[in-house]
């Protein structure tokens, strides 16, 4: 009977031993070798679903370990466990779930032009620009755009069209975008051209940066324009005196508009006086141009005048620009005396010596 209670003590020892062991196994993770360190600031994907239908409900998430993944500290086979699934080190060729699905904050867009009067409705530059300052119109935008134009102009807007629907994960792509942004360097010659292509280097840096990660574009608000509009000043000859009839060259800088449509709708007045019939182009650059304008006859002078251009809804005004002489005195031609100028006089005719 010493024998059976001693074998009976054993057992109960043996039975001891496995429920502590077990206890160890099935605690809370606090001696887990990934244990220490804390968060990382590491932002990796959740399980995936097929994981998730696996975990059984628990009121505490997994701890992490100091690669942000979730750690299994449970052996599968432990009864009352579940597995909780490690996901595979990422491609580092492609971006990771987390941050395709992450929206980023959007960078700068495009300035105010300001937006072109477009008198004639044809698409140009400068209205394609003002359509596209509306991030959510960028495919609108890119449908009028000439696909096989060669243009700088043209180009860097198909570049950024493409690329906003790009970033914003709506379509486009970024293979010829890069390309266009390196061919059109310093080839830009128009303020609105100036300002797509820095939109267009921005985009292209947030995308090296994070190119698994979808954009929030949204329009520009309070920025100032792109184009200092105005009337960069007046040739008036070598003397500077200008009477009527002279000609001036009155020169436009950051036009924000088709010039073309300026010189058939757009209006010129010097001193207060409307100049008729269209416009006149001495010149073009880029963004600038230079009209030639007859000045006219005033009221009174010497004066300072006032050079106005009128388009749509805008105006420049340069005050004072020049001053116009008083018209040159031409002298009267005076007859001489005697025979009035134009009256011819004939003498005695010829007597015939034959006679009659």
Not at 110 to 122: E, I, K, N, Q, R
Not at 146 to 173: I, N
């Amino acid at each position: 009977m010493a024998v059976s209670l001693g074998m009976r003590i054993s057992g109960l020892l043996v039975v001891g031993a496995v429920a502590v062991a077990a206890a160890a196994f099935t605690g809370d993770g606090r001696g887990a070798p990934d244990e220490g360190g804390g968060g990382t600031g590491i932002v990796t994907a959740g399980p995936s679903p097929s994981a998730r239908s696996l975990a059984a409900p628990s009121s505490s998430a997994p701890r992490r370990s100091p690669a942000g993944e979730a750690a299994g500290t449970v052996a599968p086979s432990t009864p009352g466990h579940t597995m909780t699934a490690t996901a595979p080190p990422p491609d580092r060729s492609s971006p990771t779930p987390a941050s395709a699905d992450r929206l980023l904050v959007s960078p700068d867009w495009l300035p105010p032009g300001p937006v072109s009067p477009d008198a004639d409705a044809v698409p140009d530059p400068s209205s394609v620009y003002d359509l596209l300052r509306d991030p959510h119109r960028c495919r609108a935008a890119l449908d009028v755009i000439p696909r096989a134009s060669a243009d700088p102009e043209w180009r860097v807007l198909r570049a950024l069209a493409t690329g906003c629907l790009a970033a914003q994960g709506r379509g486009g792509g970024w293979n010829t975008v890069g390309k266009d942004h390196a061919d059109l360097a310093g080839k830009l010659r128009t303020c609105k051209g100036r300002a797509a292509y820095a939109v267009l280097g921005g985009l292209l840096d947030l995308h090296r940066r994070r190119p698994g990660d979808t954009v929030r574009l949204t329009a520009s608000a309070g920025a100032s324009p792109a184009c200092a509009y105005g009337i960069a000043g007046v040739g008036t000859g070598d003397d500077g005196t200008v009477r009527p009839g002279d000609t001036v060259a009155v020169e436009l800088r950051d036009t924000f508009f088709d010039q073309s449509e300026l010189l058939r709708f757009g209006s010129l007045s010097i001193g207060g006086q409307l100049l008729p019939g269209p416009l006149v182009p001495r010149s073009r650059s880029g963004d600038r141009l230079v009209l030639s304008a007859v000045v006219p006859s005033l009221d009174a002078s010497p004066q300072a005048v006032d050079v106005v251009v009128r388009y749509g809804g805008t105006q420049v005004r340069l005050p004072d620009a020049f001053t116009v002489a008083a018209p040159a005195v031409v002298p009267s031609a005076s007859a001489p005396s005697g025979t009035p100028q134009g009256v011819l006089t004939l003498g005695p005719l010829p007597v015939d010596p034959s006679g009659p």
